[in-house]
């Protein structure tokens, strides 16, 4: 019975919000069933403040990996987050200093504990690759990438649109691949894990590991989140949502998600049976959605409270605290001013500049960042408990 147990789990692991596994599924599912325990990783280049919501999915599956009793290693890309990768960037990426990438790097950390254990029974490991690629000296970086060719590199699809396209493809990004594969060979592991958009990335660390290894390290990619544009939500795209996000702010982004994606999401991000899904409505499902996301992300009383507070101000158009109503005419700020909930146009500016103006929308709390908006009908927060009604 309990070997059944274990295969069901196994069976997850490899089929749920997977996209491929290298060299194929069948034998990796082989050394699986044999007890055999894997070292494993993925790398987060920490090139932005905050880990995302896309990021959470492969988070889940490490952590699915450790609790089935494997090694895992949350690697922080210091040194290649300096550079950082150039998947989907249409122009060069800005290069970071390391006091910016470490300062993220400790966000990344406390953001991952959400999901990973870093203590405990059979904690994640976290590393960083500058322990060993800060360490290369300029030949002994030029081995390495003797190890793999020109056209090997250059079939990249992103390579090969800036070329067509006449733009730039600089050394540093052309050399960036072969930094990430060094990592699974300096880590000498048996296999690899990252969103579908990181393939070719992680097959050159396969070839890579092959030539100075003699060994086969295994690739899965994951699926990715996609909007209702086709676009990742991440960091990349501007339309993040953090992993740190205050409950009631990721509720109400999550229920301003499409229908359309619900599913992947469910299988991405919950552990919730797919089948379940298919017999309620689209309102349904992303408040369950909602509420087991912002529950693994934080607690159950957390997630209650924000299906609470988001059910109250957007279906019962309940708006919490005091409100007052006031007619909207031209400017916000005028507005305000004149109705003398705000003492001068100084004092105006000041709280927009601190972020102390907000508009309740469906996704939460957005940020006016504008001076000169105009006063459309809506709720506003002005500081931190004050809603003022436009008609």
């Not at 309990?2 to 692991?13: C, N, R």
């Not at 048996?190 to 030539?211: T, V, Y």
Request: some cysteine.
């Amino acid at each position: 019975m309990k070997a059944k147990k274990t295969g069901d789990k196994i069976d997850e692991l490899l089929n749920r919000g997977v996209d491929k596994v290298y060299p194929s599924k069948e034998a990796l599912e082989k050394i699986l069933r044999s007890g055999k325990k894997l070292k494993l990783y993925q790398g987060f280049d920490p090139t932005g403040a905050k880990l995302h919501i896309g990021h959470m999915v492969g988070l889940r599956k490490l952590a699915e990996w450790q609790a089935l009793g494997h090694h895992v290693i949350f690697l922080i890309g210091d040194a290649t987050g300096m550079i950082g990768d150039p998947s989907g960037k249409t122009e060069a990426r800005k290069m970071l200093t390391r006091e910016v990438v470490l300062k993220n790097a400790e966000n990344y950390k406390i953001q991952a504990g959400r999901i990973l254990r870093f203590k405990g029974e059979n904690p994640a490991e976290i590393k960083y690759n500058s322990e060993w690629l800060d360490s290369l000296s300029g030949l002994e970086f030029l081995q390495i990438a003797g190890h793999l060719s020109f056209q090997q590199v250059i079939k990249r699809d992103l390579f090969q649109e800036r070329t067509k396209q006449g733009q730039d493809v600089f050394m540093n990004e052309f050399l960036y691949p072969v930094m990430q594969a060094y990592d699974s060979v300096a880590m000498d592991v048996d296999l690899e894990i990252g969103g579908s958009d990181q393939m070719f990335n992680m097959l050159m660390g396969r070839k890579l590991m092959r030539h100075m290894l003699g060994k086969e390290k295994f690739v899965m990619t994951l699926q990715l989140l996609t909007d209702s544009q086709g676009k990742k939500i991440g960091k990349t795209e501007g339309n993040a949502i953090a992993l740190d996000d205050r409950p009631e702010n990721l509720f109400g982004k999550i229920m301003a998600f499409p229908d359309e994606v619900l599913t992947r999401c469910f299988e991405c991000l919950t552990n919730m049976p797919i089948d379940e899904i298919k017999k309620k409505d689209a309102m349904t499902n992303k408040k369950r959605l909602a509420f087991e996301i912002v529950k693994d992300l934080n607690n159950e009383s957390a997630a209650r409270q924000a299906q609470e507070n988001w059910e109250n101000t957007f279906q019962k158009r309940q708006i919490p605290g005091e409100t007052e109503e006031i007619k909207g005419t031209g400017g916000l700020g005028a507005t305000l001013v004149s109705e003398k909930i705000v003492a001068s146009m100084s004092e105006w500016r000041r709280l927009v500049e601190e972020g102390a103006v907000k508009k309740l929308t469906e996704k939460g709390e957005e940020r006016i960042i504008n001076f000169k908006i105009e006063a459309s009908s809506g709720v506003y927060k002005i500081g931190k408990h004050r809603f003022i009604k436009i008609k």
